[in-house]
């Protein structure tokens, strides 16, 4: 069974979440480990996906504003991916932000996985840039307003 939940930055999961976000996102780049880590992150909210003990699929959010913000480092283990986990994933994030009063969210993506996002309801907008000798896009989307107002979830670890 998949389970999603909320880890803290530099609690015990971290390790294992940037381990696979370098194996996803920055090894077949030819970087080294190490270069997935970004500055914003310990500022971030860190979503996993878990099977048993093992982390399948991650995604982060940095607050800009109480309204706003950015959705990067999304990974889903290569054995997982096409199977639906990525949306899951996803759209936990997006629901647990609509709750909090998030309005709009921005990311950049690779050009090879902007169908995802588009399955996903973001827009691309303006031209590609180059980042780490590869092509990204902008691409956004607004929440409908939501009455509901939570916090950002609380840190739990299982
Ligand atoms: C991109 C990624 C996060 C998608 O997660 P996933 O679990 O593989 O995707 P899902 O199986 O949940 O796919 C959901 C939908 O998006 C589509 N989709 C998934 N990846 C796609 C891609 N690269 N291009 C176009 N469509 C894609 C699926 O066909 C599916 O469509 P459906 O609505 O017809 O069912 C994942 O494949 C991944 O981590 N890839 C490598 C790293 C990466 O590129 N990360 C994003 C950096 S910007």
Same mark, same amino acid.
């Given at each position: 069974?998949?389970?999603?939940?909320?880890?803290? *930055?530099?609690? *015990?999961?971290?390790?294992a979440?940037?381990m696979l976000?370098?194996? %996803?996102?920055?090894?077949p780049l030819?970087?080294? *480990?190490?270069?997935?880590?970004?500055?914003?992150?310990? &500022?971030?909210?860190?979503?996993i996906?878990?099977?048993?003990?093992k982390?399948v699929?991650?995604?982060?959010f #940095?607050p800009e504003t109480?309204?706003?913000g950015?959705?990067f480092?999304?990974? %889903?283990?290569?054995?997982?991916?096409g199977?639906?986990?990525?949306?899951?994933?996803?759209q936990?994030?997006?629901?647990?932000?609509i709750? &909090?009063? %998030?309005?709009?969210?921005y990311l950049? %993506?690779?050009?090879e996985s902007?169908g995802?996002?588009?399955?996903?309801?973001?827009s691309?907008?303006?031209?590609?840039?180059?980042? #780490?000798?590869e092509?990204?896009?902008?691409m956004k989307k607004a929440f409908p &307003?939501s009455?509901?107002?939570?916090?950002? *979830?609380?840190?739990k670890?299982a």
């Open positions: 069974m998949i389970k999603f939940r909320f880890i803290a *930055p530099n609690g *015990p999961d971290y390790a979440e940037r976000r370098w194996e %996803v996102l920055r090894k030819g970087m080294p *480990p190490g270069s997935e880590k970004l500055p914003e992150e310990d &500022q971030s909210f860190h979503l996906a878990s099977i048993g003990k982390i699929g991650c995604v982060c #940095f109480e309204t706003n950015r959705i480092q999304m990974a %889903v283990s290569e054995e997982y991916q199977r639906g986990l990525g949306r899951q994933l996803f936990t994030l997006e629901r647990s932000l709750k &909090q009063g %998030v309005r709009d969210v950049y %993506v690779r050009s902007e995802f996002y588009q399955r996903m309801g973001y691309g907008e303006g031209d590609l840039i180059n980042r #780490f000798g092509m990204y896009r902008l &307003q009455s509901q107002q939570e916090i950002f *979830p609380t840190y670890e």
